[in-house]
Structure formats: structure tokens, C-alpha cells
């Protein structure tokens, strides 16, 4: 089957086409086939597409909606000069996955599409406001464009985490606003801690039952899970992505008092203040500079930016402090795996997380470390490390695209 992978952001859409079935799947042989990023949608948006391996278009036109997004991709995909492998038309497309951000409590796997799905969607707005409605509005333009006899699947980023104890996911708040309003911990980035645990059994034979490691996604966004018997114990993130470690522009953790004292002094509204603690915070609100990762990086090294540098240590101090708690939760771990745009690429923040850890028994190699490169699975820690630590670069967009070929095709989901 080939499977239209679609992420529909505020005013992003990425997309994947991939190859898969149970026979690829269980041979581990799907196949990426095409991707590409749209980004300011609504304006003149910067448009990047690409066929395998083969360098990128990338280009810009005015989009206005998704669904116009979404028109000028199918076009790119069908014209015969793009030449996808085994893609002349849309009816070479046999189904779409959609990323989902929140699933709230009814959602604990990944769901065929049809109305009941879609108002159950609808429900979990008031819980994700910033994320469902564009993963809607993705919904909705697939459903015109591609046709309504299009099977449409959704894969939540919450489901993983379903299966978290309730000392774990509930607020220490009166019962009853969990009862009624359901607030809660939820958990996100569920598809990549899930593809880390699978990726990690597969590297070390382990069974499901026997996968109990702390997997860390640090990207723009960031976040940890303590997986125990191969399924998600504890999370850092919360009710909302919000919570948790500290992320690109995100604070993660933080005394919600002081939401009001600011409220007070600054005479700011409510939105305005989650609006700096969702997107002026984390690494670019402490630097001062940007949310990048490497630039930090390279300013702390080539300038010395003191802000950068201290952007970078309370970075690696709050990983240390959730890898520390979830060591605590578990009675230890067999590994810790690290993933994410920074997680996969920057020796430098792995050095920093697990310096100081051999109390605990986590020794890297800093040659191994070092060695770690782009999208490779990898052993970093030392021989004698009686925690072993791995780099394994995540795909959500493959589980995204396996999920959905088992909702068509009614076949179990593994976790
Ligand atoms: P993601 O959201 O997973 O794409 O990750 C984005 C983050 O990864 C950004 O902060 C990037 O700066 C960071 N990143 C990517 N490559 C590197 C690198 N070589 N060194 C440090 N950070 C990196």
C-alpha cells in the first residue's frame, strides 16, 4: 500500500508517502517514496518536496488554507515529470494517516476515520486548542481532495501513554476536576517513544514485556518516558505539551503561581502570558538569541555567550533530573535511549546529560559518542556502563504509516 503520511500544523503541513504492508512491515523493508514540508501557510508560503534520495524542489507560492496545501501537493505528485516511484495519480494513494495530537482518554490507539471519529476530535478540542483544529482542518482537505472512499486513519501522539498508572497521570488537585473536566497528564510524542522502544527490541532481542528503558526525544519539542514492561509508566509532558522539560521556545516545568504574580505585575492577559511561556521561552527565552539548538551551540563555543552557555546547562540539567526521577520509579533501567533532532545529533548535550551519572552506573565513551552520527543507530555508552545508552533516530512518520495500513486492514497493533 502506499501511504500518504500527513502532519498538519497551526500553518505547517509535512507529509510522507510511504510504501508498506504486512509482509514490508514485517521485513522492516517500507519504503519513504516522497516528503516534504510546507510552512507559512495562510501567506506566501515556502514550499520544499522531495522524491527519495533526489535533491529538493523548494519554491513558494501563496497558499491560503490546508486544503490549498494540500491541492498543490497532490498536483506535484501527479504531474509526470515529479516521477514517484509507482505514483502517477491520487489513485495510486491507497490511504492517509494523520498525526493527531490529542486523543484525551478516548482515544488509546490509532482509529479508523469516519464521523463518530471526527466528533469525538471535535470533543478533545478544549483540551488541545493550539493542535487539533489544524489536525482537523488536515482531516477535512484529505476528505475532499483525495475523495470520501479515501480510507483516513488517525495515530494519536497521546495513545502510548494510555497506559500510565493513575499515580502517575493525575494532578495532586481535588479528585474532581479530574472527574469532571478530566485534567490530567496525557503525555505527547507517544509515536516516537514508541518507535524508540520497538527500534531498541529490535537491537537487543529483548522482549516487550522485558523493555524497561527511558527514551528521551529531545527535538524543538522535549520530552522523556519512563517505559516499563514495554509500555509508557511516566511522562514529562502533561495535560499539554507544555509541561515537562525545558523545550525550544517552550519553559516546560513551572510554578503555576507564578502565572498569576505575572498577571499582577505586567497587567498581562492570560494568553499573552501562555503565549510566552508556549513560544518566547525554553532555550530561546533564556538565551535571548534564537531556540536553535546548534546555534547555542556554536555561540556558546565561539563566543562564549554567557546566556547561551547558561541556556545549555539548565537544558541538561532538567534531562538529567527526569532520567534521574524515572531511574528512581523503575528500580533502574536496562537503557537509556536518546532521539530528536538534538538527542540524535549534538555529543555535546549527551556529554552534558550524563556527565556525573556513574553513581548510577551510566559511563559513557566519549569516543563513541563523538562517533554517533545522522540518522544511525547507536551503543555511546562505555563497555562497563551498567546502564547501556543508544542514539536511535526516530520516525514517527513510519509508525504513522504502519498504524495505518493495520486500521485498512483490521490487524493488531503491537505497542
Ligand atoms: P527536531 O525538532 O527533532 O527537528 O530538532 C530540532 C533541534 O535539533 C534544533 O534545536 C536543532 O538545532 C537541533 N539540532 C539539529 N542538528 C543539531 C546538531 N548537529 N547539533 C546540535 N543540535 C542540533
Known amino acids: 500500500m502506499n501511504v500518504f503520511v500527513l502532519n498538519c500544523g497551526s500553518s505547517s503541513l509535512k507529509f ?7 509482509d514490508q512491515i514485517a521485513k522492516d523493508t517500507d ?45 506535484w505528485m501527479s504531474q509526470p515529470e515529479t516521477r514517484i516511484p509507482g505514483i502517477t495519480s491520487l489513485n495510486d494513494i491507497h490511504a492517509v494517516g494523520h498525526r493527531v495530537v490529542h486523543g484525551a482518554e478516548r482515544f488509546k490507539g ?12 471535535q470533543d478533545c478540542i478544549d483540551l488541545a486548542p493550539l493542535h487539533n483544529p489544524a489536525n482537523l482542518k488536515g482531516i477535512f482537505a484529505a476528505r475532499e481532495l483525495f475523495g470520501p472512499q479515501m480510507p483516513q ?14 499515580k502517575a497521570y493525575l494532578y495532586a488537585i481535588p479528585y474532581q476536576l479530574y472527574r469532571r473536566f478530566k485534567v490530567r497528564k496525557y503525555g505527547f510524542h507517544g509515536t516516537s517513544h514508541r518507535y524508540i522502544a520497538f527500534r ?28 516499563k514492561g ?11 505539551p507544555l509541561e515537562g522539560l525545558m523545550m525550544g521556545t517552550r519553559s516546560g516545568d513551572i510554578d503555576p503561581t507564578v502565572i498569576d504574580y505575572l498577571v499582577h505585575k505586567e497587567g498581562s492577559s492570560f494568553d499573552e502570558i501562555f503565549s510566552t511561556l508556549n513560544k518566547r521561552s525554553g532555550l530561546l527565552g533564556i538565551s535571548g538569541l534564537t531556540n536553535d539548538m546548534r546555534e547555542l551551540e556554536g555561540e556558546a563555543e565561539e563566543h562564549q555567550d554567557r546566556r547561551a552557555i547558561l541556556a545549555i546547562d539548565m537544558f541538561c540539567h532538567r534531562v538529567k533530573k527526569y532520567i534521574g526521577a524515572y531511574l528512581a520509579e523503575m528500580n533502574g533501567a536496562d537503557a537509556i535511549c536518546f532521539a530528536g533532532g538534538i538527542g540524535e545529533n549534538s555529543p555535546t548535550i549527551r556529554r552534558k546529560v550524563l556527565s556525573d551519572m556513574d553513581w548510577l552506573g551510566i559511563l559513557l565513551d566519549e569516543s563513541r559518542n563523538q562517533q554517533a552520527v545522522r540518522g544511525k543507530e547507536m551503543l555511546i555508552s562505555a563497555d562497563d556502563s551498567r546502564v547501556p545508552v543508544y542514539v536511535i533516530p526516530t520516525n514517527e512518520e513510519l509508525i504513522l504509516a504502519r498504524d495505518t495500513v493495520r486500521a485498512v486492514k483490521s490487524l493488531p497493533f503491537p505497542c
Open 230 to 240: 514495554g509500555k509508557s509508566f511516566d511522562t514529562s509532558m502533561g495535560m499539554t
Open 16 to 22: 510522507q508517502i510511504i510504501s508498506t504492508d504486512e
Open 153 to 166: 486513519v488517525a495515530v494519536f501522539d497521546t495513545a502510548f501513554h494510555s497506559t500510565m498508572p493513575e
Open 31 to 75: 519504503q519513504q517514496l516522497a516528503k516534504g514540508l510546507i510552512e507559512r501557510i495562510g501567506s506566501e508560503a515556502i514550499i520544499t518536496l522531495q522524491v527519495g534520495d533526489q535533491p529538493p524542489f523548494k519554491g513558494a507560492a501563496p497558499l491560503r488554507d490546508h486544503k490549498s496545501a494540500l491541492a498543490y501537493v497532490i498536483k
Open 110 to 121: 490509532s482509529i479508523l476515520i469516519d464521523d463518530a471519529v471526527i466528533g469525538g476530535l
Open 200 to 227: 531498541y527490541r529490535k537491537l537487543t532481542g529483548k522482549s516487550r514485556q522485558d523493555t524497561n528503558i527511558i527514551t528521551v526525544h529531545l527535538g524543538n519539542g522535549c520530552s522523556a518516558c519512563a517505559i
